[in-house]
């Protein structure tokens, strides 16, 4: 036989029923606010600009300094950073060896991953500066130009990753941390 329980009980039961009820749901409704309303925890956000929509440039093939062709997907899952630095000179010879310095910091920093990143530099490769060993030199052309968001920047020379698919991802302003471009590389490494 069941021995009658007594209200008390039966009412701390309901209330431990409620309890979970709204922490289950309270916690599915906060976080879908959150997500709603677009906050993000810091250490998710891109440091780069992310394109929204991505650059397409699988229809283009640019052209290796020696002529011959890059193809995106020749390369499985490598990512790139593209470097548009038509505009190497005498006048600006110092900052494109920083800015090659800088790649190759980065690429050092991929570690294990460095074989999966290509640094495309678009131009005149300056005459001092170190070479990574996935370095492609690049012609510069209309087309790749015209392909790349806001690669007419008055203020210097914009650093792009791409993609293994030949998409432009992100782009970072000139002058922009070396760093920015590492972290979000890394992240990006290990979801590909």
């Known amino acids: 036989m069941n021995a009658p329980v007594d209200q008390a009980t039966r009412n701390r039961n309901r209330w431990m029923l409620v309890g979970i009820f709204v922490l289950f749901f309270g916690g599915l409704a906060l976080a879908g606010l959150l997500r709603f309303s677009g906050w993000r925890p810091e250490g998710l956000k891109n440091k780069g600009e992310?394109?929204?929509?991505?650059?397409?440039?699988?229809?283009?093939?640019?052209?290796?300094?020696?002529?011959?062709p890059y193809r995106w997907k020749d390369a499985e899952r490598t990512w790139r950073i593209l470097a548009m630095t038509d505009r190497c000179d005498t006048t600006n010879a110092a900052a494109c060896e920083r800015l090659l310095t800088d790649l190759d910091k980065v690429?050092?920093?991929?570690?294990?991953?460095?074989d999966r990143v290509h640094v495309l530099w678009v131009g005149a490769l300056p005459a001092q500066g170190p070479r990574p060993a996935t370095l492609r030199v690049l012609r510069s052309?209309?087309?790749?130009?015209?392909?790349?968001?806001?690669?007419?920047?008055?203020?210097?020379?914009?650093v792009y990753v791409l993609d293994p698919?030949?998409?432009?991802?992100?782009?970072?302003?000139?002058?922009?941390?070396?760093?920015?471009?590492?972290?979000?590389?890394?992240?990006?490494?290990?979801?590909?």
Do not use: C, E
């Not at 690429?107 to 460095?114: I, R």
């Not at 052309?141 to 690669?151: F, K, M, T, Y």
């Not at 432009?168 to 590909?192: E, H, I, Q, W």
């Open 50 to 68: 992310l394109l929204d929509p991505p650059a397409d440039l699988r229809t283009l093939t640019p052209t290796l300094a020696d002529g011959s």
């Open 107 to 114: 690429w050092q920093l991929s570690g294990k991953d460095a």
């Open 141 to 158: 052309s209309d087309a790749l130009r015209d392909g790349l968001p806001r690669s007419h920047d008055a203020k210097g020379m914009p």
């Open 165 to 192: 698919n030949g998409f432009v991802v992100l782009r970072y302003a000139p002058g922009s941390d070396p760093g920015d471009v590492r972290t979000d590389l890394s992240r990006l490494l290990k979801v590909n």
